[in-house]
């Protein structure tokens, strides 16, 4: 299998924990996608679901689909979450938000009830770091607060590039406005002590690793799809 191939049978996989009348919450990025075609085809034959997307990419390829949707606001409370990751450990600690879409996708993921990762096997490590760390950052005070991070970092024995993430002639922007300075710290040892470390910064919006938010993840390889569950790979 090539790796698009890996994708649709990690999502393929998940759709099996997908049933009528769910809240479902809809992830954003590569697999992802894939896993919206295929739920928009079994929608087609008549499965009944509500998505909430987690980013503005999602919601026009759900609605191009006819994936019916609604706002996080109408379903507070999700059945189920749906996403892919950028790194996925052992514990089932992410990095997330390579696409862009990081606060969403937390949010979303906190809404719900469980949360299943889709992926295929490049994106499980030992340890976290290698991908680098997407950090969403209010534009007020960028400076200030990119200076933050690296003090934070170095606390914590970390180094690395951390670079504001560009699309075209500007800088990213997110669906919230916000921009992305991606922090290449090549390994992350602890995840906790850097979350709660950045969540003390006030000018970061969110950070891109997701802690004891998966219920599972879904590993697609050349042999088909397996199922990681917490220090079990």
């Known amino acids: 299998m090539d790796a698009r191939q890996m994708k649709i049978e990690a999502a393929r996989a998940a759709l099996t924990d997908v049933e009528s009348g769910m809240r479902l919450g809809i992830g954003t990025g590569s697999t992802a996608e894939e896993f919206v075609r295929l739920l928009a085809e079994k929608v087609a034959a008549g499965l009944a679901i509500e998505g909430v997307p987690t980013s503005e990419r999602t919601a026009r390829l759900c609605v191009e689909l006819g994936v019916p949707l609604k706002s996080l606001d109408e379903l507070p409370e999700l ?55 997407p950090i969403e950052v209010n534009p007020f005070g960028l400076v200030s607060t990119r200076i933050l991070i690296e003090k934070a970092a170095s606390r914590l024995g970390l180094a690395g590039a951390l670079n504001l993430r560009q699309s075209g002639d500007g800088n990213f922007m997110t669906d919230g406005g916000h921009f992305i300075i991606d922090a290449s710290f090549g390994r992350i ?22 802690i004891n938010m998966a219920t599972l993840a ?16």
């Not at 089932?92 to 096997?121: P, T, W, Y």
């Open 79 to 133: 059945d189920l979450t749906i996403d892919g990751a950028d790194e996925v450990d052992g514990a089932l600690r992410l990095i997330k938000g390579g696409g862009g879409a990081l606060l969403r996708e937390k949010i979303v993921a906190a809404s719900s009830a469980r949360m299943i990762v889709i992926a295929d096997e490049s994106k499980v490590v030992e340890m976290l770091g290698a991908f680098p760390l």
């Open 189 to 210: 040892p602890d995840a906790e002590a850097l979350s709660i470390e950045l969540h003390s910064i006030p000018g970061v919006v969110e950070h891109g690793l997701f």
């Open 218 to 233: 879904i590993i697609a390889g050349p042999a088909g799809a397996r199922t990681l569950q917490a220090n079990n790979t």
